[in-house]
Structures are given as C-alpha cells and as structure tokens.
C-alpha cells in the first residue's frame, strides 16, 4: 500500500510521537509498503497565523541555537517530503492519508479521496493546548479514528466519538536496553525537562531540590533545548544528547523521576525502565498504560511534589525496592513490541 503520514510541523526537536512515526515508517517500509513522511512548513490554516507563527519558531530556533534540520532521519526508502502546506499540489496520491496530531487533522479531512482512506492516529488527548475549542473540533471530523491507549479511546467514546485499538506503544529494543549493572549507578536520579508547564518543569525542580535537602543526591536532566526555568548549578543538563549518550545517561541512573501532568503513553518511562531506572511517576493517564503501582513503578497523584519526594526518596533508602521494580520495569517493556504494533495497525486498516 501507498501511505501518506503528514507529521504536525518542521520538526528540529526530539518529539516522542514523531518518533513513534518514524518507527511505523520504518518497519512499514520494512514490510514492502511505499511510505511518505511530508513536514509542512505551516500548520495553522489562517495563511497570516501560520505565517507569523512559522517565522515565531524559526526565531526561537535560532535564540535556543537549535539547527533547522529535520531531528529524525528515516529508512533510506522512505520519501521525505517537506512541503509549504498539505494541500493536494504538494502531496502523492495514496491508498491512505494519516493526521498525526490536531494540527494536521483538517487539512487531512480536506484532501479529495483519490489522495486516500483518511485516518486521524491520536496518540494524544491533546486538549492541553490553549486552542482547546480547536483540538476537539477535530475530534468530530469524518476521519477514521485509530487511539495507541485505552484511555484515549475512553475520552472519545466521552464526547460521542469512536476509535479503532488501542494499538499501545513501543521503545526500540535496540536502542534502549540494560547495559550497566544496577549496582555500578553513580547518578542518583534523573528527568526530562520540558518548558511546557504540562510537562511539570518546576514540580521536576522542586521534587529534586526538597530530595536535595533530605540527601547529598547527584542528578541529570535531560532536555530538547536550553531550559528557561532557573537549574541548581549541581544539577547536570544534557541537551539533545545523541542516541548513544541518552542510552548512557539513562544506564547511569538508579531513579528516573517523571513530573509530566499529561502524556498520551510515556514513551521517555519505557525507554528508561528498558535501561534499568527505577521509576517514580505521576500517575497521568498515558503511563497507567503499563505502570501498575508498587508492581513495576511507584505513582502518586498528578501535582502531589510532597508525595513524589517521599517516594523517590524510598527508592533511594531501599534497595530491594528499588531493585525489584527494576526487574519489573525491564519485563514490563518486553511485552511491547513494534513488530506487533504495526502488524495491528495493518490488521485494522485492512478490516475496516
């Protein structure tokens, strides 16, 4: 089959679900399919918004010193296309045509037909953008709606919208695997820092410096570009580490530390329990996917800092805790594999 993805945005930054497309290209392209990856320079239907938008980011690129180059590069096979707009003069007729976020949605419910069997991959509830109204507009859109989580599929059925799946998610098990020995971790605990206050930067901050407090402890962050919240000088950043040095860094750790208030699965989690972290968590909805509390992580309620502290300090103290979990945590993330994921995804685009 012909397939068409159309990703939210020029991406120059490490997202978790352009990832995730990527590894759906990939392997489809691995099973004999022809896939197109097309990245819209502007994304917002008003010309005048996109536009100023489009210039916006491009400008906050350059302060942030982050190159305009595509973050993923794909299989080799796969055509990449990057394009003004996605409308039909600038993409391949197809058998489908799949939105990969809101921001694409109305533009794939606008293409002709001959450019595809029109399906809206939600790997998110995304109404934590501001433009909320226009995040669930799309939801009612004639496109066939196919969820990665139970829980998104739940919040559809909430507005009287169905969803093919959940087709779950997956890490790439040979990129994130266990590669040093739990008892050889110099760094205590780590975390990724994201600017959005959804993704939690300040709780992340606060829950290490109250820790901070009760113990001498080392720590790492992990962020896509320069933080614009005030670091402690004894924690370590580490922008856009390359593959090699993130896999590192997660193998250097007893304790992964996730303050994210929303996520539609938690891709960064499963990427540091396949490198042996413990994991101490908000418990949002897209982790409960495949985090059982006190079985192979340990969550509190979203917002909770005093209760995250408490729980990540028992980590540090308790040692067969900490090393149970991790067991746990390292066969949690083999149930998860791509091949199975595409394969479903094939399945219910062939029977529906």
Known sequence: MKMTFILPGFIVTPMGGV???????????QMGHRI???YPLITNQNRLTGMFKTNLRALYNRITKVTADLYYTPD???????VKKAIPRYLPKADLV??????TANWVANLPMDYGWKIYLMQHFETYFRQKQAVLA????????????????DKLKAIGENA??????????????????????????IGIYHHLKVKGPKDLIQT???????QNITAVLIASRRPVHHIPRWIKVAIRPSLE????IYNSAKIFLHTSHTEGWGLPVMEAMACGCAVASYASEGVREFIRDRQNALLCPVGDIDALTQLAHNLLMDEELRNRLTGEGLKTVKNYSWDRIVEKFITLVANN
């Open 98 to 103: 799949v939105a990969t976020g809101w921001q």
């Open 245 to 248: 040095s993130l896999r590192e």
């Open 208 to 214: 290490l410096c109250a820790l901070k407090q009760r």
């Open 76 to 82: 080799s096979r796969v055509t990449v296309l990057v």
């Open 36 to 38: 197109t990856l097309v």
């Open 138 to 153: 799309t939801y009612h859109l004639p496109l066939t709606k196919v969820a990665i989580a139970q829980w998104i599929i």
């Open 164 to 189: 093919l799946g959940p087709l779950g998610n997956a890490i790439n098990h040979t990129e994130f695997f266990l590669n040093n020995r739990l008892s050889d971790r110099p760094v205590d605990i």
């Open 19 to 29: 990832k995730v497309i990527h590894e759906y290209a990939n392997r489809l392209t």
